[in-house]
């Protein structure tokens, strides 16, 4: 690794290690900060806060920012999935390591894999349900393939959060796993199927709607759907800026499946009857 790239990441990791959350930080600004703070910066420092809170609504976020367009976030992102210590980033950092250009960026991301792949071989979950992400569509017809990768990394995320949850892999099936730790198995499919864009006054909204089924393995059987809605709002000049009505678009997005997910205790409740 060149000594400039090696300077940066123990930077990053006594950053990580040694400063503390302030209790006044919100955490929303903190996630609107790494999403679409102007000044790397500032995704940098809202990265590694969002990393300290230990909380997994801070997963999604944090995943998406290894996708940043400057290494030293990407950096910081990387080292705050470890700190989060969620095993559920584990694929979302093997999958940005087969593609990462920079060598201090990839020296980051093969520490927090390694951290995540030890401490998941020792921690006891408490898990009463194993959940696999299934098919998640994107039918709204905005942003295609991009965005479905957003729903489906905010799903992830609000899913991790559940109580007594446990995700699988993305690459495992689950059914050897589900097997050998005698939990039941669940799928979950989703539909992003309304995303739409208007102006109320001064203020431009996007509206979002999502849909997900429950089904039980290995019987496939139906056991449940929620839905969920939300919107977000910003400026009417929003409407002509492309990157903040992105960014509009997934605030609505990550509404609607947080709405959605409230439901789903009850759901797998009904399933494990």
């Known amino acids: 690794m060149p000594r400039r790239a090696a300077s940066l990441f123990a930077a990053f990791m006594i950053t990580l290690a040694c400063a503390s959350v302030s209790t006044a930080q919100d955490f929303a600004s903190l996630k609107r ?15 590694l806060a969002l990393g300290r809170t230990h909380n997994r ?31 559920d980033a584990s694929y979302a950092l093997r999958s940005r390591l087969t593609q990462e250009p920079s060598a201090a960026v990839r020296a980051q991301l093969a520490n927090s894999l390694a951290k995540l792949e030890v401490g998941s071989k020792t921690s006891e979950t408490g898990a009463r349900v194993l959940v696999k992400l299934g098919q ?4 709204s017809g905005a942003r295609g393939e991009k965005l479905a990768g957003a729903f489906r990394g905010a799903t992830r995320a609000k899913a991790a959060a559940l109580p007594g949850v446990e995700l699988v892999s993305e690459a495992s099936e689950g059914k050897q796993e589900a097997e050998a730790r005698k939990l039941p198995l669940l799928v979950i499919d989703g539909v992003l199927n309304h995303l739409s864009q208007g102006a109320e006054g001064d203020q431009t909204a996007v509206s979002a709607r999502v849909e997900y089924v429950f089904l039980k393995m ?30 509009l678009e997934l605030q609505a997005l990550e509404g609607a499946v947080e709405s959605a997910m409230r439901g789903a205790p009850d759901v797998m409740q009904h399933a494990l009857r």
């Open 33 to 47: 900060d790494l999403a679409s703070g102007g000044d790397f910066r500032l995704r940098v420092a809202a990265a």
């Open 136 to 139: 998640m569509r994107n039918l």
């Open 218 to 247: 290995p019987e496939h059987a139906l056991t449940g759907s929620i839905a969920g809605t939300a919107r977000a709002f910003d400026s009417v000049r929003a409407s002509g800026d492309q990157n903040r009505m992105s960014q």
């Open 57 to 87: 609504a801070a997963l999604g976020p944090l995943v998406n920012a290894l996708e940043d367009t400057h290494p030293a976030v990407r950096t910081a992102a990387a080292a705050a999935l470890a700190a989060l210590d969620q095993r």
